[in-house]
Every structure is written in structure tokens, then in C-alpha cells.
Nanobody, 121 residues
Framework: VQLQASGGGLVQPGGSLRLSCTAS????IAWFHQAPGKEREFVAG????????YHAQAVRGRFAISRDSAGDRVYLQMNSLKPEDTAVYYC???????????????????WGPGTLVTVSS
């Protein structure tokens, strides 16, 4: 599967961005981010059915993951952005156990190329 992520860019602190990831088929989808010099970290994930969603504690209440009714597009709405949210954001897909979200990069078989989010004044 080819994952296509879009929506990154430069935004001021307190601003909003919406990332989009396209993936056809039955997959759980997660967003991870990686800041310079740091490891890739789980941000949010959603099952194929859309019935279960998970958000990392650092983004809870500010970010929201969702999925369209066809299941092919997953969004990450990011509000109240902070400079520490600056990172490359990756969309990842998990085909086996597609109604389970995990927090480990090892559990996702497919990865998109990443989109840069920069939060700066």
C-alpha cells in the first residue's frame, strides 16, 4: 500500500493544521512524529472501523484523529500547536489486526514519506 500524507507546514504557536493520510484497504492508521535527534513517537491512532481512537498524553485535548466514512482517508486535526510539536509527522498503516492500534513503530508494516510541521513565530 502507498501512503500519502499531506498538510504539513509552518504555523505560529497556538495555530492549527490538519494532516491527511490516504490509504485504501483495511488498515489501522497511526500518526507518529520525529523531532531532530529524537526517536519516532506515537501521536495518535485509529482502528479501521473508526470505533477506537488513541492519543498520546502530550497531545490529548489538542489533537484529534478521525477517519472518513469510506475509511480511505485519515485526518489529524492539530490545534493549539506548540513549538515542541515541531517534527516530521509520519502516517503508518497496520494491516494485520487492523482493528487494533498499538504504540510501537515495529507493529506498522507501511509508512508514508512524512510531512514537516514547524511551529514557530
Amino acid at each position: 500500500v502507498q501512503l500519502q500524507a499531506s498538510g504539513g507546514g509552518l504555523v505560529q504557536p497556538g495555530g492549527s493544521l490538519r494532516l491527511s493520510c490516504t490509504a485504501s484497504g483495511r488498515y489501522a492508521i497511526a500518526w507518529f512524529h520525529q523531532a531532530p535527534g529524537k526517536e519516532r513517537e506515537f501521536v495518535a491512532g485509529i482502528t479501521w472501523s473508526g470505533g477506537n481512537k488513541y492519543h498520546a498524553q502530550a497531545v490529548r485535548g489538542r489533537f484529534a484523529i478521525s477517519r472518513d466514512s469510506a475509511g480511505d482517508r485519515v485526518y489529524l486535526q492539530m490545534n493549539s500547536l506548540k513549538p515542541e510539536d515541531t517534527a516530521v509527522y509520519y502516517c503508518a498503516a497496520r494491516r494485520r489486526e487492523y482493528n487494533t492500534v498499538t504504540f510501537s513503530t515495529n507493529d506498522y508494516e507501511y509508512w508514508g514519506p512524512g510531512t514537516l510541521v514547524t511551529v514557530s513565530s
